[in-house]
């Protein structure tokens, strides 16, 4: 129909789109909900001048009316087209009954997520993309070795899943004493999966040294983490090297707590695989990991429509200059 004023939004991030579909409805007096970005003006996911494709799920009217041609793209998801967050939201009604109006949280080329109030508390509708893997059978997988690491499910169908409530925080800062507590539980989970792939592979390869083909995370920071013990956002999953996963972590939370990663982690596997070399393993798997990234990124590249690229735009070629970095 036409474009808004522009208005300034409390995060930087660009998926965050809870404060967008919170200004819009205000403003038009009817949901709306952000199908796609259509152009950005900063940097690494973040910040600038932003402009999205949305739609509106009543009749509106605007002041200056100028209708917009948005071409189509064999690449776009089913949620970045009109119909799609409803059709996502139809399907999360089909179980579970909303007390007041569905929230959308995130929206970008990797997932579309929705918040529900019901009368038994908060869920979480979810939809990924094709070329992630599907979270449902992914979580049963670890439910079936610790339930409680996990959150728990309430429907799941292809790329859709519909969870409930995890409690606690997300750990982008965790402590020492989150690290002790997560990374043995963590490698306890690894052994107790370890054996042939349930899943795909990715071709990066890391010299076992005693340790085990085994379910990785494949975006194993802290973030992922509440407070609680519980790991979100498992559509990266896949089967592989444990010393992957760990070399995420080890990158993510810096030199002082990567330390205690290290330790811990290759006490860990000491202690369930004794007669394996966890830190030799480790100092092959963090350039792999950088490897493992580059091709990640490059495989969302070639998956997402030209207006969405700019979320990972450069990070194949960041990963691969820091694959290069290390000395093994």
Not at 100 to 119: A, F, I
Request: charged residues 20%; proline residues 11%.
């Amino acid at each position: 129909m036409g474009t808004v004023p522009e208005f300034t939004v409390p995060t930087p991030w660009w998926n965050d789109v809870e404060p967008v579909t919170a200004h819009l409805t205000a403003l038009l007096g009817v949901p709306v909900s952000v199908l796609r970005l259509v152009s950005a003006t900063g940097a690494g996911m973040r910040g600038g001048t932003v402009t999205y494709q949305v739609e509106a799920h009543a009749p509106i009217s605007l002041s200056t009316v100028d209708p917009i041609d948005f071409p189509d793209d064999p690449l776009r998801l089913p949620w970045a087209r009109p119909g799609g967050p409803a059709a996502l939201l139809e399907w999360a009604h089909g179980h579970v009954r909303s007390v007041e109006p569905p929230t959308q949280v995130k929206t970008w080329n990797l997932s579309c997520l929705y918040r529900l109030r019901t009368k038994a508390g908060t869920v979480w509708a979810k939809q990924v993309p094709p070329f992630l893997s599907p979270e449902g059978p992914v979580i049963e997988l670890v439910r079936s070795v610790d339930p409680e690491l996990v959150p728990s499910v309430l429907a799941a169908e292809g790329r859709r899943i519909l969870l409930e409530d995890a409690p606690g925080t997300d750990c982008w800062s965790p402590t020492p004493e989150m690290i002790r507590r997560m990374v043995p539980r963590w490698v306890a989970m690894q052994h107790a999966l370890a054996g042939p792939p349930r899943l795909r592979e990715h071709p990066i390869d890391v010299p076992s040294f005693g340790l085990p083909q085994t379910l990785l995370h494949g975006d194993f920071h802290p973030g992922n983490w509440r407070s609680t013990g519980v790991v979100l956002d498992w559509a990266e999953a896949h089967w592989g090297h444990p010393g992957l996963d760990a070399a995420k972590l080890i990158d993510f939370v810096g030199p002082t707590l990567g330390e205690l990663v290290v330790q811990v982690w290759c006490e860990s596997w000491s202690a369930l695989r004794p007669g394996s070399d966890p830190a030799s393993a480790l100092r092959h798997a963090r350039p792999a990991a950088h490897l493992l990234s580059a091709r990640v990124y490059q495989h969302f590249l070639d998956n997402i429509e030209e207006s969405e690229r700019v979320y990972h735009r450069g990070d194949p070629e960041e990963h691969l200059a820091l694959a290069e970095s290390f000395a093994v």
